[in-house]
């Protein structure tokens, strides 16, 4: 009779643990491991940074045009910003290798959060996921680079969504802002060995509508990272205040490698009417840019004035 | 003693519920009830893909909103043997000085392992329970997309592996593509495996056939004619394979997208394969659609 009992009783526990078990769970590693950006498609803007002032294919807004024409690619020498790290809303886009591991809730097992460490810069992102019960933060906490991520699965797709962002940029050389009011949403989910984030970037003061944007992942199955140690050095000597910046209503600064692309002038200026196919009658209608001459006698003039302009506010 | 019984017997049945109820879902229907009818693609599907949509270009825009430069050939890992074809890139026939945006584009851009990165809008629709169409404004160009009947749910990687996607007759513009509807990876399945996976699991693997939402649609394209990848003349051969992704997803403002991730796999002129991802949007109806004509020549 004993016998009998002690049987039922761990009958008993174990039915117990298999419907506990059977609660549906978040808890999956898909993503776990080291991913590498595939480089068949905009490496081009993300490598080396796209040309300054080719917007050609990005819904900004004519404010977000007005702050990008005054950048000068040379702050990127400026030993303030050598170190800048990426926002979240470009890290995953530059083409660095990228780390993806989650934390088990040691009670319940269940994932609480995944974190992503991208090689270039040291962008380490956590997404807090529901069984974290992470406070989410008010409105006046700091915003960071990174921001605050919260995520969910939905089937195999990570949904996140990123808010709490410093005011950083859309795109790395070439001037383009994003506010601090600035959202992320993204998708990820993988096929075999492709990871994909889409990113939808919304803005309501630099972008006229999301920038959707997909990237692609290859994994890496024996992934290693290297250390991204950074110190600012003087690179290249400027006067004490300098700042590089170009002057506003000088926009023809950055003409010259259109030339060579063949970019329609009024293409690179962007906006969102560059991204649908209909463009394609529109590029037709557009004159053919100047000669390369005359945009370096122009570019070349105009420095000339900003130059002037600035040696007459210093003697102010 | 008999109260303990009856709990315990009570507690590992619906314990057994609880674990079997997603096996339940899938059992076939009893031998004496007649087979249900195979389940079309159609039928099967995950998500709703026909109507309109636009590409929306705001990656690659140099190379895909206009032609680029001849020569350039930045991003495509393509051969030796590759460039000299590309290299013969003539542009005077496609609008002499002003050939990058002259919008006469060679039929061979809107070929099967380059078309859905080309920006046009799409029209889907069930063409019957088993092929999906997709017709293009730009280029004019329709793809059929074949589901096998009774089998619409597949993992088209593990069809590539075992070498089931094989040659369907004669080569063409867009060839010949089958589809199946990929099911969301299972939980606690080894090898990501998609389908049911019976006689698996135990304590701890309990999860095993619990559904997943979502999934996608993968395609497979074979028996193309040699065509391009860049408007520019890069060059693919006839004996490349094209493996698609399609899933759907909203943006914060509720716009309904689909996300289309292509490979194109070309033993004869790239180097590895090409990766690239290409979102269209949804549109309210086909008001917008603006057939564009591409330009035959010769060798097309």
Known sequence: MRVVTIKLRCLWIAAAYISVAALPASAQSLFDGFWNPLLNQDAYPYAGGPDPGDFAGLPITEAARKVAQQYDADEQTMPELQCRPFPATYGPRALSTMRVWATLDPETQEQSKIETWISFAAQHRVIWMPASNHPYPPPSAPHSWQGYSTGKWV????????????????????????????????????????????????????????????????????????????????????????????????????????????????????????????????????????SWAQIDAEQTKQRAEQDAIRQQGKRQ | MKLSLILGSAALTGALTIMQGGLAAQAPPPAQQPPAPPQTGQAAALMDLTGYWVSVVNQDWRFRMMTPPKGDYVQVPLNAAARKIADQFDPAQYGGANYQTSGIIDCRAYGGAGLMHMPMRVRISWDSPDVLKIETDWGEQTRLIHFTPGRPYGDMEQALRRGDVGSHGPASMQGYSVAAWEQPYRLNASGFQRGPVPGRGGLGQSQINVVQPGGDLAVVTTDLTPGWLRRNGVPYSSRTRVVEHYQTFQDPTGKEWINVTTEVIDPEYLNTPFLTTADFQKEPDGSKWAPHPCKKVADN
Request: hydrophobic share 30%; aromatic share 12%; proline share 12%.
């Open chain 1, 155 to 290: 089937g195999n797709v990570l949904w996140v969504h990123t808010d709490h962002l410093k005011q950083g940029f859309l795109q790395r050389t070439d001037g383009l802002p994003l506010s601090d009011k600035t959202t992320m949403d993204e998708r990820i989910f993988r096929y075999g060995d492709v990871l994909v984030d889409i990113m939808m970037i919304s803005d309501p003061q630099y972008l006229s509508q999301p920038f959707i944007y997909s990237k692609l992942y290859y994994r890496i199955p024996q992934g290693s990272m290297d250390p991204y140690p950074c110190s600012a050095h003087n690179q290249v000597p400027v006067p004490e205040g300098h700042v590089p910046m170009h002057l506003p209503f000088y926009t023809n600064t950055f003409n010259r490698p259109f030339v060579n692309k063949g970019i329609p002038l009024e293409a690179a200026r962007g906006g969102e009417q560059t991204m649908f196919p209909e463009y394609q009658d529109h590029l037709k209608t557009l004159p053919p840019n100047p």
